[in-house]
């Protein structure tokens, strides 16, 4: 499995920007589709965003579309969510994952993703 690693959770007012990061190691990065995910106290894992191994593919949750941007460098090994106009309902723990590229294509489950980073928070303040 891949390693991985966030950073760049925090607080933030409503209405401003968080940059997160996920550094994997340990396997070979393009061979991964990424995704983000997000837990809030009391409710579900859920997904906000996912890219396909090389970016050529992008799928976004309808509740961050238009404000958050999925990206990532594969010579850095890395991956991005760029959020935008947060609102206190984004308010969770935000973890990225790994999923084996030719598995389950386009696939938003968690259960189809096989490594996990150890979440990172984000609080937005009203």
């Known amino acids: 499995q891949v390693q991985l690693v966030e950073s760049g959770g925090g607080l933030v007012q409503a209405g401003g920007s968080l940059r997160l990061s996920c550094a994997a190691s340990g396997r070979t990065f393009s061979n991964y589709a990424m995704g983000w995910f997000r837990q809030a106290p009391g409710k579900e894992r859920e997904c906000v965003s996912h890219i396909s191994s090389i970016g050529g593919t992008t799928y976004y949750a309808d509740f961050v579309k238009g404000r958050f941007t999925i990206s990532r460098d594969n010579a850095k090994s890395t991956v991005y969510l760029q959020m935008n106009s947060l609102n206190p309902e984004d308010t969770a723990v935000y973890y990225c994952?790994?999923?084996?590229?030719?598995?389950?294509?386009?696939?938003?489950?968690?259960?189809?993703?096989?490594?996990w980073g150890q979440g990172t928070q984000v609080t937005v303040s009203s």
């Open positions: 994952a790994a999923r084996p590229a030719q598995y389950r294509v386009g696939s938003k489950r968690a259960a189809d993703f096989e490594s």
